[in-house]
Nanobody, 122 residues
């Protein structure tokens, strides 16, 4: 059974930092792309960042470029999202996802975590 379990969310002041984790289990993800998405209240789920598990190549949404860093630890089967210089508009539920294609489209990801909530106060 495939599981993606996010952790690390919380309340932080603007300008602060958080690191989200996504622990993956239940299958081999070496050929997969791991993505982070977020969904603010009343809005659609949007792409944040992705990483190819085997090569480590990354891609970011313009809104987070230069502030967020996605990485992975092969030994721990875990993907991270380091979020710095947080802004109130980063407030959302953050989801980890896994899929076969390097894309920002939610429908092209096969597996999803339950989400972790991030609140940035001004």
């Amino acid at each position: 059974q495939v599981q993606l379990v996010e952790s690390g969310g919380g309340l932080v002041q603007a300008g602060g930092s958080l690191r989200l984790s996504c622990a993956a289990s239940g299958r081999t993800f070496s050929n997969y792309v791991m993505g982070w998405f977020r969904q603010a209240p009343g809005k659609e789920r949007r792409f944040v960042a992705r990483i190819r598990w085997n090569s480590g190549s990354t891609y970011y949404a313009d809104s987070v470029k230069g502030r967020f860093t996605i990485s992975r630890d092969n030994a721990k089967n875990t993907v991270y999202l380091q979020m710095n210089s947080l802004k109130p508009e980063d407030t959302a539920v953050y989801y980890c996802a896994a899929g076969p294609w390097p894309t920002g489209n939610t429908w092209q990801y096969d597996y999803w975590g339950q989400g972790t909530e991030v609140t940035v106060s001004s």
